[in-house]
């Protein structure tokens, strides 16, 4: 019942996205401010910041083209990347084994008496 | 064997810290359905939820340097999104209902076969307090383990273990309950 | 006593200090030094995020990419770093003298400590045990030519790290915690 239950937690709580239009002045907002002062916690009403948001929103246009371009060399990279990480998995675990080989050689040459100091 | 070129998956995460927008805009992107979602499930409100959302990643904008790695970055999005979350709760009258906009949807598509679990759920995240409600959303929208948790939220590893199983428990009973109202109505 | 201090520090400081603190995973020293002096380096870092990308790219019809993909499935974090000299003795204790430190920790129980006076190898294996699950662990191996630290963060199945035996030459383990 446990597992029935937080599987369906797990399900209902998949993260949702938010709207594209959202989205749009949100990288808007981020970029414009990178070329300003770090803003002041904000202190005027919800519906002042919103109204904010809206004239921001004519720098959405090229932000998102930038990151569209942005999305498709992320593609690439994160092959070229996953590859290389393959990679680096399979040399890992293969050091991490060869070093397991050495303790386990020292155990067992203990145990057949040809070799002290190893200790489990 | 020549030593292996060391990965750099943080290759956006450098080149945002060198102020490319194209870069934090990626970021943002990769992280933003996770904090929205979490900003909206603690806050109950899509415009509290898009505020936030924002707060967070201009912080994030700001605090670039201080980022030592993607995980570090996951780490650092669930904390600061879950604490000002919570803080927003806590300011808030303690006689005040959070509000649930119930045309907003805060979860996924509806489970067939199950059509008042969402439901459900949204009463229940709006009954609890907001650090069981943090730890709750941490723990099955986030998948982190409770000393995670413990970790993001900055308590107890038993107070998080203690908060999800009395919202398992409570969750348990009032499905429980609607089942047998269901079968109560099928026969009248 | 020190998980319940380092708790509390944890708490008091900022997030991206918060965020080393009391973990599986060692706080490994920069090993600039020790590399310029290797003949050969090997330098490994992959956080969650590269195993699962890795994840992606492992074959499964591949039984070494196949094994290697069931052995990272719970598995959070890989990190190796490893040196091998040209002459004896190139580097000291004191080289990773910090990390050694880390695993004096209470979280931490040494499962094997193997000194070898054939191979002139020393290896010492740790592991962090919660809830009666290996969250961590760690094998720092010393040779006259060669230094290797590595650390594994996440849930631990020593039976899969048995089973790659064959694929990447890992004996079967039958050994016990020992505190």
Known sequence: MNNDLESKLKHALRPVAPSDAFTQRLLARVAASRDSRPQARPTASRITRRAAWWTSAALAASVLAAVGIQHQLQTERERTLGLQARRQVIEALRVTSQKLDLAYQAVRTQSVGGDRDSGV | ?188 | ?179
Do not use: C
């Open chain 3, 1 to 179: 006593m020190r998980i319940f201090r380092s708790s509390i520090l944890g708490a008091l400081l900022m997030p991206a200090l918060a965020f080393a603190a009391a973990s599986p995973q060692l706080v490994l020293p920069d090993f600039t030094a020790l590399s310029q002096k290797a003949a050969q380096s090997t330098t490994i870092t992959l956080d969650s995020t590269l195993l699962s990308l890795a994840g992606r790219f492992l074959d499964g019809d591949d039984p070494q990419d196949a094994a290697a993909k069931d052995v990272i499935k719970g598995i959070k974090g890989i990190y190796v770093r490893s040196f091998t000299f040209d002459t004896d003795s190139a580097y000291s204790q004191s080289d990773f003298e910090a990390v050694r430190r880390q695993l004096t920790a209470p979280a931490w129980s040494r499962l094997v400590q193997t000194r070898s006076k054939k191979t002139h190898a020393d290896v010492d294996i740790y592991v962090m045990i919660v809830d009666k699950q290996a969250v961590g662990l760690a094998l720092i191996s010393s040779e006259p030519r060669a230094l290797t630290i590595v650390n594994i963060v996440g849930s631990i199945d020593l039976e899969k790290l048995h089973k790659l035996e064959g694929q990447f030459g890992v004996p079967k383990l039958d050994l016990e915690p020992q505190k």
């Open chain 2, 1 to 188: 064997m020549s030593e292996p070129r060391p990965i750099d998956i943080n290759m956006d995460l450098a080149a945002a810290r060198a102020g490319q927008p194209a870069a934090i805009g990626a970021l943002i992107l990769a992280h933003q359905r996770s904090v929205y979602s979490l900003a909206l499930r603690m806050l109950g409100a899509r415009d509290l939820a898009e505020d936030l959302t924002q707060e967070v990643f201009m912080q994030m904008s700001e605090s670039l340097h201080g980022i030592e790695s993607n995980e570090h970055l996951e780490f650092w999005l669930r904390k600061v999104a879950t604490n000002r979350a919570i803080d927003q709760l806590r300011r808030r009258s303690r006689f005040e209902m959070t509000p649930i906009d119930d045309h907003e949807p805060m979860f996924g598509p509806v489970d067939h076969g199950d059509p008042l679990f969402q439901r459900h759920l949204e009463m229940h995240l709006a009954q609890l307090s907001p650090a069981a409600r943090a730890v709750l959303l941490l723990r099955y929208q986030e998948d982190l383990d409770p000393t995670e948790i413990a970790r993001t939220l900055e308590i107890p590893v038993n107070t998080v273990k203690s908060h999800l199983t009395r919202s398992l428990d409570a969750m348990r009973h009032g499905l429980a309950g609607a089942g047998r109202e269901k079968r109560e109505d099928k026969h009248r």
